[in-house]
């Protein structure tokens, strides 16, 4: 018996996933759910700056339509992020390209290489062909992202086959919100350390702190992900009202151990 109206507005309080659900209730229902006044409310409040910033402009008619556009990866910025929405709840996802992250010397050929690939969603990937220092950082605002919302951080990497001194030492990983700091330790190549002969520190003092801390706590592990590349989860944080600096961070600068075959396609920042 209520307006039609009146209908939208109150689906335009619960989530994407409700809305849809509703229409199955009446015909009035299934139109108030295809307004475009419920749909922007489950776009971002800045979803026309992503319009402005995308690579390919972006066809729609509706604000529903837009949204399940949105709902699979855009390239922004150049191609150097990716921003997406999450389908049930309209959260918002952001990956950040190798370009976008601090990665030291990655411009020196003998270090780094950059690689043109059709694997990722980025154009190029990076490479490390050698070095013993290794230290990857990305950093992303709170409010590029849904308010009061759990999030992880996850670095999309792979291993390959000719890669080496991954893991002598563990790589300690970290997730910096504020005064907030998050840390663990991660093996990239899934095998844990304690296997591995921890070789080539700088002191006794270092390899005593290694072992104590290998038989302290385990660490994370690549998880293998449906797009053919592996993640590792750095961290998590909650992302409240107030706008932060987020800081996630791999690395591995206490040994002096060379390492080589890691394959870097960013890092992304998604609900959990």
């Not at 209520?2 to 229409?23: H, N």
């Not at 050929?109 to 220092?133: A, D, G």
Request: charged share 25%; aromatic share 10%; glycine share 6%.
């Amino acid at each position: 018996m209520l307006p039609e109206g009146c209908v939208s507005v109150i689906l335009s309080f619960t989530s994407p996933l409700d809305a849809c659900r509703s229409s199955l209730v009446s015909s009035t229902f299934r139109s108030a759910m295809e307004s475009d006044a419920v749909w922007e409310r489950f776009l971002p409040t800045d979803y026309r700056d992503i319009l402005y910033r995308v690579v390919t402009p972006l066809r729609f008619s509706s604000k529903k339509e837009l949204f399940f556009h949105l709902c699979n990866p855009v390239l922004i910025d150049a191609g150097k992020k990716s921003f997406k929405l999450e389908k049930s709840s309209g959260k918002i996802s952001y990956m950040l390209s190798a370009r976008e992250l601090s990665i030291p010397w990655n411009d020196v050929p003998t270090y780094w290489s950059w690689v043109p690939t059709i694997e990722s969603r980025f154009l190029e990937v990076v490479v490390l062909r050698t070095t013993w220092w290794l230290e990857i950082q990305g950093k992303i605002r709170t409010q590029m992202l849904s308010p009061n919302t759990k999030y992880g951080a996850y670095l999309i990497m792979k291993v390959s086959d000719h890669a080496y001194g991954l893991d002598s030492i563990p790589s300690e990983i970290s997730v910096e919100v504020g005064n907030h700091v998050s840390s663990s330790i991660a093996y990239l190549h899934g095998q844990h350390s304690e296997k591995q002969p921890t070789t080539c520190l700088f002191n006794t003092n270092r390899t005593q702190m290694v072992e104590t801390r290998l038989k302290a706590k385990h660490g994370t592990i690549p998880r293998e992900r449906e797009d053919s590349w592996s993640e590792i989860e750095l961290g998590e944080f909650f992302s409240g009202d107030r706008d932060e600096e987020v800081k996630m961070a791999l690395m591995e600068v206490k040994g002096c151990q060379l390492k080589g075959g890691l394959v870097i396609d960013g890092i992304e920042v998604r609900p959990k």
